[in-house]
Every structure is written in C-alpha cells, then in structure tokens.
C-alpha cells in the first residue's frame, strides 16, 4: 500500500509498506477496521470507501509491524 503525500492517510500518520531494494521490506501500518467494519483484503476496503462520500470523515483502526494498534480519524478528500 502507498500512502501518497498531503493525502488524508499522510496527514493522519498512516505508514506506507516500503521496499528498499529487492531484499529489505519495511513493514508499515496494516488497516484492520473502517468505521468498526473489519477489513481483511483490498476488496473489504475498497466497498467500505465506495459506501462513503467526499467530505465524511471515517475511523480507521491501524495495527503496527510490532502489534499495537490505533484509531486515526480521516476526512475522505476527492481523488485528483
């Protein structure tokens, strides 16, 4: 997943997966819920997202590459 920059995901603090060269992968943040609605494929979220509209803003529960998890709250902006 990439986060794009000044993106409602940058601006909230979501980090992207990186990848180095070939061998090093940085794992990032992984979206474990949207509005509460468990999400467990790119499929899940992209009809969670679909279901909303510019200018709402939405829950994202965020786990880390340690474990932990957060809630960040976005305001969904139109795609350029």
Avoid: W
């Avoid at 899940?44 to 998890?69: C, H, N, P, W, Y």
């Amino acid at each position: 997943m990439c986060v794009d920059d000044e993106s409602p995901a940058s601006d909230a603090g979501i980090v992207p997966l990186k990848m180095h060269d070939e061998t090093l992968v940085q794992i990032g943040d992984r979206i474990v819920a949207l509005n509460g609605n468990s999400i467990q494929n790119c499929f899940d979220m992209k009809k969670e997202i679909k279901e909303r509209t510019v200018g709402e803003q939405i829950t994202m529960t965020l786990e880390d590459a340690s474990g932990e998890r957060r809630v960040v709250y976005i305001t969904l902006k139109a795609k350029p």
